[in-house]
């Protein structure tokens, strides 16, 4: 490891106001146990850069432990992370370290499955999103036969905001992380009341947890040991309760490839927008 100083562990990507204070506790397990395994002291660490852009901060050469998405994981920070895993989710969609997205649409309306969305509106919260566009995309271009599948196309910033998009009439479907369909179910009924799944995608490894490149493979696979036990520990079992997270497993960017495939096929299908 060169030099000491560390961002703090920071796993913002389900780290919503309802689950805030669970998310915060298993950072600081986590923070606490990895310090401890790699000999650093709390000097070593540093606030993490909340006013960073979300790219930069995930590749700085500081970060310690954080979580970003696959399709990231695959495209912008190719060769910039290292790869250590990914936690498994108990909710529904989710099998082991992967997970799927549900595709919801209002709970009163007349769309029964995704054919029954040709012409109608979608929404997605990100270009690089694998939960929201890219295995979207991968569903739709089985059905659209190498042309446009919706009559409009919106982009929402964030999970939440399109399935409040849906559930307020303004678009007809969104492609849901299985997780954040599984968290909004149990922290935010009234808008899970709204909307109904109609379908799952296709399964992809799950968010990674991804530390700096200046980690060595050994400090890498400390990191990974310890992460498992903290994610088998008693103390933080009620937290992980709240987050829906019950295991983790070390990972390879072999096992992302999926995602790459799942692009490399919506292109051969002449679909290689959602659109």
């Not at 890498?220 to 310890?226: F, S």
């Not at 520990?233 to 995602?259: H, N, P, V, W």
Request: hydrophobic fraction near 40%.
């Amino acid at each position: 490891m060169t030099g000491k100083n560390h961002f703090a562990v920071r796993l913002s990507m389900y780290d919503w106001p309802e689950v805030r204070e669970a998310t915060q506790h298993l950072e600081t397990s986590l923070q606490d146990a990895i310090s401890e395994a790699l000999g650093l002291n709390q000097s070593d660490i540093q606030a993490w850069p909340e006013n960073m852009d979300l790219l930069a901060a995930w590749s700085h050469p500081d970060v310690l432990l954080t979580q970003t998405c696959g399709y990231p994981l695959t495209h912008a920070l190719k060769g910039r992370v290292r790869l250590i895993g990914a936690p498994h989710y108990a909710f529904s969609g989710c099998i082991g370290p992967r997970y799927c997205s549900q595709l919801v649409v209002r709970k009163d309306s007349r769309f029964d499955e995704l054919e029954d969305l040709r012409g109608a509106r979608a929404v997605f919260n990100g270009t690089d999103s694998q939960s929201g566009m890219n295995t979207f995309r991968r569903s739709v271009a089985d059905i659209a036969g190498g042309k446009p599948f919706f009559s409009e196309i919106k982009v929402s910033g964030g999970h939440l905001l399109s399935m409040r998009s849906v559930a307020q009439d303004k678009a007809d479907i969104a492609s849901i992380d299985a997780v954040c369909w599984g968290l909004v179910c149990n922290e935010l009924p009234e808008l899970s009341e709204r909307l109904r799944p109609i379908a799952q995608t296709a399964s992809a490894p799950g968010l990674p947890f991804v530390t700096s490149l200046r980690i060595s493979d050994a400090e890498a696979d400390l990191i990974a040991e310890v992460i498992e036990a903290v994610f088998s520990s008693t103390e933080t079992q009620k937290s992980r309760e709240r987050l829906g997270i019950r295991g983790f497993s070390k990972l390879s960017l072999k096992d992302y490839a999926g995602i790459l495939l799942m692009e490399q096929e919506a292109r051969e299908m002449g679909y290689p927008e959602l659109a």
